[in-house]
């Protein structure tokens, strides 16, 4: 590695250790002639995640536009930028392991799967909106179980005067 003091091409290593939990190597390094010291981040080439449309066109796959779908989504709700940031994240980590190719199809469902843990209306306007998943059958399917899940258990039989004098 060039020193950037004196541009000599020569150096030792002094020390090494694991940087930015495991992500990069960091090295100090000590120039051989003007003995000062600089240091040097040793990472991995990214290795690239790609998308199968629906139309078996090929696509990089972006984070950004999952950040991007999510914020739409996620409009008007309780829900922080960190969260999304983090969503995303992990949507892509989530794809990494089945990688180097993913459908579309995977990335909006792994999206949607980790939505619906966040925020349930952002996880229908996402869903709703979602391309590949917009088959209403899918669609139907997944709200059927979101009303489910809202449907305060045992409440129907037992409560039925108290619900209505409240209002
Ligand atoms: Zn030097």
């Given at each position: 590695?060039?020193?950037?003091?004196?541009?000599?091409?020569?150096?030792?290593?002094?020390d090494?250790?694991?940087?930015?939990?495991?992500?990069?190597?960091?090295?100090?390094?000590?120039?051989?002639?003007?003995?000062?010291?600089?240091?040097?981040?040793?990472?991995?080439?990214?290795?690239?995640?790609?998308?199968?449309?629906?139309?078996g066109?090929?696509?990089p796959?972006?984070?950004?536009?999952?950040?991007s779908?999510?914020?739409?989504?996620?409009?008007?709700?309780?829900?922080?930028?960190?969260?999304?940031d983090?969503?995303?994240?992990?949507?892509?980590?989530?794809?990494?392991?089945?990688?180097?190719?993913?459908?579309?199809?995977?990335?909006?469902?792994?999206?949607?799967?980790?939505?619906?843990?966040?925020?349930?209306?952002?996880?229908?306007?996402?869903?709703?909106?979602?391309?590949?998943?917009?088959?209403?059958?899918?669609?139907?399917?997944?709200?059927?179980?979101?009303?489910?899940?809202?449907?305060?258990?045992?409440?129907?039989?037992?409560?039925?005067?108290?619900?209505?004098?409240?209002?």
């Amino acid at each position: 590695m060039r020193c950037p003091w004196c541009a000599y091409l020569d150096d030792k290593v002094v020390d090494s250790r694991s940087a930015d939990s495991g992500a990069a190597i960091r090295r100090r390094r000590e120039c051989l002639r003007c003995g000062r010291r600089y240091t040097t981040y040793e990472r991995l080439e990214p290795v690239g995640l790609v998308v199968v449309k629906r139309d078996g066109s090929k696509e990089p796959f972006e984070r950004a536009k999952v950040v991007s779908g999510v914020l739409k989504a996620t409009k008007n709700r309780p829900v922080t930028q960190e969260q999304v940031d983090r969503l995303a994240g992990k949507v892509e980590e989530k794809l990494r392991r089945r990688g180097p190719v993913v459908t579309s199809q995977e990335v909006g469902i792994e999206t949607l799967a980790l939505l619906r843990k966040l925020d349930d209306v952002a996880y229908l306007r996402f869903a709703s909106v979602y391309k590949d998943f917009q088959e209403v059958t899918d669609f139907e399917r997944e709200l059927g179980l979101l009303l489910q899940k809202r449907e305060p258990a045992g409440r129907a039989s037992t409560a039925g005067p108290s619900r209505t004098r409240g209002r």
